[in-house]
């Protein structure tokens, strides 16, 4: 009797607005690794569903030509985000699944593959060589070293896992105030204690440095980092951990939201009001802290929303009663504000430099960061050390300075902050409020040159800005879709929908209504 062939279809890491279809021997269960051709070239799919019907007559669909079982399969959880992220940000399964196998994980994965196999490999040759007869010390020896073989092998084959039921994971929970990192240890404690898995996401790197400073001394072993810092191997390593099902912290930026947990009960998001958690491109272009927000739905996980200064998505969900908010203990972030017009008309500029700035760098003991905007370094350079010739300062932008930190610095001072708030985007003022906060996180005092004072000084409230959005019928009280143009990203539409239950029905529509050459971003920052 003929085998009746099982269909499937399978997610290849490309731009396609369809799914293929293929045939395979028995069937296949959804997050299988295969490999399949398509325009003749091979790739390393993921089955995304069986088929009862094939969507083609079936000599035109091609075979499987593999099926990995030499790579990990990818979850449930992992397939259902994927689709959330395909489905909310207007992108397709395809480039949803790049963006989590990139080509280095998946070299990484075959590498690891490849040893495997031939750990495999060594094992059928000595478990035959033990199968004869030898001197008990000879005997001992090939006993020893199949031995360490099993191990070997054990430690790179997860075992099944079966996670255990999640407490009720409750309304997500906002954390304002200097405090609130330390905030995160009881939380991270009672998951671990418990035998679950929890993610602290950070929008870069730098901050996954002080975080770690924080948590390492806590949980030793049990914290894991994962961002782009760290090599593919370490990155493997950190997956593999996941898919045991072992109690971790993992502590990285958006790109730990692909990690594959087994157990996650407890999702930080630290700065949630950072815009580096959107990516940009390529697609999808997802936010990390709402992708994080998603993602622990799935698992039914706690979620913790920390910041210094909060976003207005985040406040408006907390006026609302979908978030609750705790400040806690500690002074807001302030810094002190220069307003350079008034500098200027009683002659207190020198260059870029207030007469304030100047004093203030000549009193401060320690290394002094100078943050520039749209002064060029080169110049900028010159008249720092003009001015303070036996000062140590270091010149930065504000994005090299969330990614690098700012070290043991004293003092940042911002020569021109108008340069890091576009004039014309509504969140201006929102911005201003937000880089105060983020920049008091690295020094302990901050001085501002602005002609705008009113934007850096915190006199205007959440619920002035909130007041405002809300006349306009910005976001949050509705949901931005831009249109951009492929290449620069020049921005040709833009769509503000009502946040509602046909929210999902109006981004169909516009996808659907979508010109040649350019594409959706949803929920943009800038």
């Not at 299988?32 to 790739?43: E, I, K, M, T």
């Not at 994927?82 to 909310?88: P, Q, T, V």
């Not at 200027?344 to 009193?363: C, E, H, Q, T, Y």
């Not at 999902?504 to 943009?524: C, E, H, M, S």
């Amino acid at each position: 009797m003929t085998a009746v062939p099982a269909y499937v279809q399978v997610l290849l890491p490309l731009r396609l607005q369809w799914i293929p279809t293929y045939s395979a021997p028995t069937p296949l269960e959804p997050g299988r690794r295969v490999c399949v051709a398509l325009s003749g070239r091979s790739y390393d799919g993921v089955v995304w569903r069986s088929l009862d019907r094939p969507d083609l007559p079936p000599d035109r669909i091609q075979p499987v030509l593999s099926v990995r079982d030499d790579l990990p399969a990818v979850t449930p959880e992992e397939l259902r985000f994927w689709e959330f992220l395909s489905a909310y940000y207007l992108c397709t399964l395809g480039e949803v699944y790049k963006a989590a196998f990139p080509l280095l994980k998946v070299r990484s994965e075959r590498t690891a593959a490849d040893i495997l196999a031939r750990l495999h490999a060594r094992l059928e040759k000595k478990e035959a060589a033990l199968a004869g007869r030898h001197s008990e010390h000879v005997a001992a020896r090939l006993t020893a070293e199949r031995d360490s073989l099993l191990a070997q092998i054990a430690a790179c084959s997860p075992e099944d896992f079966a996670p255990a039921p999640r407490p009720d994971p409750g309304k997500p929970l906002v954390l304002t105030g200097a405090k609130r990192r330390e905030a995160y240890l009881p939380v991270l404690r009672e998951a671990l204690d418990a035998g679950f898995q929890a993610l602290v996401l950070t929008p870069e790197i730098a901050f996954c440095d002080k975080l770690e400073a924080l948590l390492e001394p806590e949980f030793g072993q049990r914290l894991l980092s994962f961002h782009s810092g760290k090599t593919p191997v370490r990155r493997r390593q950190t997956a593999d951990t996941l898919r045991t099902g072992a109690p971790a912290v993992v502590l990285g930026t958006r790109s730990a939201l692909f990690l594959p947990f087994r157990s996650l009960a407890l999702v930080i998001v630290d700065e949630e009001q950072d815009p580096a958690y959107k990516q940009t491109e390529p697609a999808p272009r997802y936010h990390g802290r709402d992708a994080a927000v998603a993602l622990a739905g799935i698992h039914g996980a706690r979620v913790v929303l920390g910041a210094a200064v909060p976003s207005l998505e985040t406040l408006l969900n907390v006026r609302i009663g979908k978030y609750d908010l705790r400040s806690l203990p500690g002074a807001p972030a302030s810094a002190e504000v220069i307003d350079i017009p008034a500098e200027r008309r009683k002659n207190g500029m020198s260059g870029s430099f207030s007469r304030k700035l100047i004093d203030a760098v000549r009193r401060t003991e320690g290394p002094v960061v100078l943050l520039r905007g749209w002064e060029k370094p080169e110049v900028l350079q010159q008249e720092a050390e003009a001015l303070f010739p036996e000062r140590e300062f270091t010149i930065r932008t504000l994005g090299a300075l969330k990614r690098e930190g700012a070290g043991d610095a004293a003092l940042i001072a911002v020569l021109q902050a108008d340069a890091l708030v576009s004039r014309d985007d509504f969140r201006g003022d929102e911005r201003a409020a937000q880089i105060v906060g983020t920049l008091c996180q690295f020094a302990p005092r901050v001085l501002i040159q602005t002609a705008v004072p009113a934007r850096f000084d915190g006199r205007r409230s959440a619920d002035d800005l909130l007041a405002e959005r809300q006349q306009f019928f910005f976001p949050p009280f509705s949901r931005l879709v831009e249109i951009r143009r492929q290449g620069d990203g020049a921005v040709a539409e833009r769509h503000f929908l009502p946040r509602d239950r046909e929210l999902a029905a109006r981004k169909a529509d516009i996808l659907a209504r979508l010109p040649d050459r350019f594409y959706p971003d949803v929920d943009p920052v800038d």
